[in-house]
Nanobody, 129 residues
Framework: VQPVESGGGSVQAGGSLRLSCTAS????????MGWFRQAPGQEREGVSF????????????SVKDSVKDRFFISRDNAKNTVYLQMNSLKPEDTAMYFC???????????????????WGQGTQVTVSS
C-alpha cells in the first residue's frame, strides 16, 4: 500500500493549491485518510483527517486555529483519492505534506491527531511572501 501525493508546488501568499492523493492496493472505502505536514526543523503535525465514510472531518489540534477556515479535506471513493484544498496560503504553511491511510481509523480526541498505518512520500508546498 503506497499513497501517492501530487499537486504541491510554489505559490505566493494568498494563493491556493489542491493536493491529491491516490491510494492503491487497498479497499479504499475501509480507510480513513489524512494529511500531515512537516516544516524544516519542526515535528510532523496532523493537518486534516476524513473518516472512511467521508461524513466527518477533523483538523489536527496543533494546526486547527491556523487552517480551519482555509484548508478543506474531501475524498472521492470512486477514484480512490483524497484531496486537500488549501486557500489563502501563508508562508508558514510551507512544508512537506504527507498523505496517510488508516484502516478504519478514528480521530483521537485525547491527542488531537491520529495514527496512520501508511504514509506517502510527500509533496512539497512552498509559499513565498
Amino acid at each position: 500500500v503506497q499513497p501517492v501525493e501530487s499537486g504541491g508546488g510554489s505559490v505566493q501568499a494568498g494563493g491556493s493549491l489542491r493536493l491529491s492523493c491516490t491510494a492503491s492496493g487497498l479497499t479504499f472505502d475501509d480507510y480513513a485518510m489524512g494529511w500531515f505536514r512537516q516544516a524544516p526543523g519542526q515535528e510532523r503535525e496532523g493537518v486534516s483527517f476524513i473518516t472512511w465514510s467521508g461524513d466527518t472531518t477533523y483538523y489536527g489540534d496543533s494546526v486547527k486555529d491556523s487552517v480551519k477556515d482555509r484548508f478543506f479535506i474531501s475524498r472521492d471513493n470512486a477514484k480512490n483519492t483524497v484531496y486537500l484544498q488549501m486557500n489563502s496560503l501563508k508562508p508558514e504553511d510551507t512544508a512537506m505534506y504527507f498523505c496517510t491511510a488508516d484502516h478504519f481509523g478514528v480521530y483521537d480526541y485525547c491527542s488531537g491527531s491520529w495514527s496512520p498505518d501508511y504514509w506517502g512520500q510527500g509533496t512539497q508546498v512552498t509559499v513565498s511572501s
